[in-house]
């Protein structure tokens, strides 16, 4: 049976935040399709409402499901974006991620999303990272046991939170890596193909 994968999209949310994991997920389906196999993973995007979702840098989505016709899921993903900032004020929004990460087997953010994990209380405690502006934002909460910087990801138990924008690829793939195997994973990153070698960052 696929994994199921709940991808969360709101106002604001921050486009790479969860487009990079959905294509690292996606990609897998076709990777194994390639080897002959079923789908390995079920991913939906998901919202408090039916509406598209206008996105931190304009890009519209239409979810595929509500929070309030979710099934259970095996992994949670929560991108980050200027948006985390007003949902972690949402109690309803707060309550159904707290709900979701009793059962889920894996619970993941990306950049600030790991601002809604500590809101919401499966974060509370952990060891957790997020983008790099926002550390001390985060730290400054006391919510986390602990807010690390120069991290790609981090785990915490069956918590992962991944740093800004485009960590969320790296997670993911390591994520996939952990549900199947690592050779898969390397499959899933070469059918991508994703090996950053970005340009000037040999001047940072």
Avoid at 68 to 73: D, E, I, R, S
Avoid at 161 to 177: E, P, Y
Wanted: charged share 20%.
């Amino acid at each position: 049976m696929a994994i199921s994968i709940g991808i969360l999209v709101f106002d604001g949310a921050e486009e790479l935040d969860f487009v990079g994991p959905w294509e690292v997920f996606t990609m897998a389906n076709e990777v194994s399709k390639h080897l002959g196999q079923e789908p390995v993973h079920d991913v939906r995007l998901i919202a408090e409402h039916d509406r598209p979702a206008v996105c931190a840098k304009g890009m519209r989505v239409l979810p595929d499901l509500t929070t309030a016709h979710c099934p259970k899921l095996d992994v949670l993903l929560i991108p980050g974006g200027v948006g985390t900032r007003r949902e972690a004020t949402n109690r309803e929004l707060l309550d159904w991620i707290a709900a979701v990460a009793r059962t889920a087997k894996w619970v993941t953010s990306v950049c600030t999303g790991s601002l809604l994990l500590t809101a919401a209380g499966p974060g509370k405690g952990k060891r957790v990272t997020t983008h790099w502006s926002f550390v001390e934002t985060l730290r400054a909460r006391g919510e986390a046991g602990e807010v690390l910087d120069k991290y790609r990801y981090v785990r915490d138990g069956n918590m992962v939170t991944a740093a800004g924008v485009s960590a969320g690829i790296d997670m993911a793939l390591w994520l996939t890596g952990q549900m199947h195997s690592p050779d898969f994973a390397r499959a899933v990153q070469r059918a991508m193909e994703y090996d950053p070698s970005p340009p000037y960052a040999g001047l940072a």
